[in-house]
């Protein structure tokens, strides 16, 4: 999978979508547990999700039983949360490909404005 840096954004290009992510490009993407996602869909808009691992979802949950945060650790929530079974940008752009593929993408994430799109009226 090609993964290209635009700006302070990750890019990956898919047919159906884009998918923009801020990582560090030093860092070894395929171990990724959790990272947020803009995923502009071909000729739609702009939407955001938190792809996730149960492994990430446990380890806040652990962390926060000591840190007292969300009740001491007794729940967790996140809006637009994408739960995916193995960690890696690889199996996170598997599930938008997905859930764009499928047409459940609106459901699961909210549209906001495109990252890009500010950019560019910015410049």
């Known amino acids: 999978m090609e993964v290209t840096q635009e ?6 290009e898919r047919e159906r979508f884009v998918a ?3 990582a560090d490009p030093s860092r070894d ?3 990724l547990q959790d990272q947020d996602i803009y995923v502009t869909v071909a000729g ?3 939407y955001y999700a938190t792809v996730m691992t149960l ?3 446990d380890a806040a949950l652990r962390r926060w039983t000591q840190t007292g945060e969300a ?3 007794r729940y967790f929530w996140s809006t637009d949360l994408v739960i995916t079974p ?3 940008i690889t199996a996170m752009i598997e599930a938008i490909d ?3 593929r499928e047409g459940e993408i609106a459901q699961a994430c909210q549209i906001i404005p495109d990252p890009m799109a500010r950019k560019i009226e910015d410049g």
Do not use: C, D, M, W
């Open 55 to 57: 492994h990430a979802i």
């Open 86 to 88: 193995r960690p890696g």
């Open 98 to 100: 997905g859930l764009v």
């Open 20 to 22: 923009r992510f801020p």
């Open 44 to 46: 739609g808009p702009t």
């Open 29 to 31: 993407l395929e171990q």
């Open 7 to 12: 700006g302070p954004f990750l890019v990956v």
């Open 71 to 73: 009740a001491g650790g």
